[in-house]
């Protein structure tokens, strides 16, 4: 599955996300936040690592429920997923070893 380049304006329902199988990173963001951009080229080279990995990016912001229901206050936010379920999460990462560390476990 490719990494999506773009964060969606149409957010999926939780009970959408809830019930995918398999990994999944959902990330949540805007376009124009400054953290979101300095993530991007982290976030691909962690991508890289694991292409099986459904990627969802996601538009964060006040009214937005799907955020809300993770509770995300700060962009860039990367929930990690397996079957629906939160493994793990990262706030604001830097470098591509986190996000591929996370990545592995929710492959295995």
């Known amino acids: 599955m490719p990494l999506t380049a ?7 329902s939780r009970a959408d996300v809830d019930a ?13 936040c400054g953290w979101c ?19 969802l990016k996601v538009e964060d912001g006040r009214g937005r429920p799907l955020g809300r229901s993770y509770g995300v206050k700060l962009w860039p936010t990367l929930v990690f997923l397996k079957d629906g379920h939160e493994v793990d999460r990262l706030v604001r990462p830097q470098a591509a070893g986190p996000i591929a560390d996370a990545m592995a476990r929710i492959a295995g």
């Open 37 to 55: 951009q300095g993530a991007q080229a982290a976030i691909a080279d962690a991508f890289e690592q694991h292409p099986e990995i459904r990627h």
């Open 20 to 32: 995918l199988p398999g990994p999944t990173v959902l990330e949540f963001g805007t376009e124009w």
């Open 6 to 12: 773009r964060y969606s304006a149409d957010a999926p």
